[in-house]
């Protein structure tokens, strides 16, 4: 993991992936903003309750097909990493990670009394995330070639304000 004008390499410094891991938490809590945006958290939720797993995915495919390329290349690496802590001895499951990292990433602009049930939701997001990180994040398309769009639905357009 490289910090951007810094000049420094943190694994030269940190080799245990759960202490990067907690320094990546300590990082993110400073943003004003969690990094999905507050205007896509009614549609990660709805996602959630899409039975079938795979559908799941694809959903979520198309879903951070609509973040900035930035963004989705920090997301590429972040769901990597955290889908190696997973692997590390002993392990953080992808549910634990989930827990830590779901309000970090994934949380409305104000909460009211109806969303305290949400956590679940977020958590099980991140943690399809984690465990789906192989292929989540579409890489850039090549424009000279042409592609043709998934057979996928949108998603229902939710109102910004209720």
Do not use: W
């Amino acid at each position: 993991m490289h910090l951007e004008g810094e000049g420094s390499d943190v694994s030269k410094f940190v080799k245990d992936p759960r202490v990067a891991a907690e320094l990546m938490l300590r990082y993110m809590s400073s943003a004003r903003e969690p990094l999905f945006g507050y205007d896509s958290y009614d549609a990660f939720l709805l996602i959630d309750t899409i039975v079938n797993p795979k559908t799941k995915v694809k959903y979520l495919q198309r879903l951070f097909q609509q973040f900035p390329r930035k963004t989705q290349d920090f997301l590429d690496v972040l769901f990597k990493f955290l889908s190696d802590v997973t692997q590390q001895n002993p392990p953080l499951t992808s549910q634990a990670l989930g827990m830590l990292f779901g309000p970090l990433l994934l949380r409305p602009r104000e909460t009211l009394y109806y969303m305290d049930n949400d956590m679940d939701g977020i958590t099980n997001i991140i943690r399809i995330c984690i465990e789906n990180q192989k292929g989540l994040i579409a890489k850039p398309i090549d424009p000279r070639m042409s592609h043709s769009t998934s057979s996928l639905p949108t998603l229902p357009t939710l109102p910004k304000e209720i």
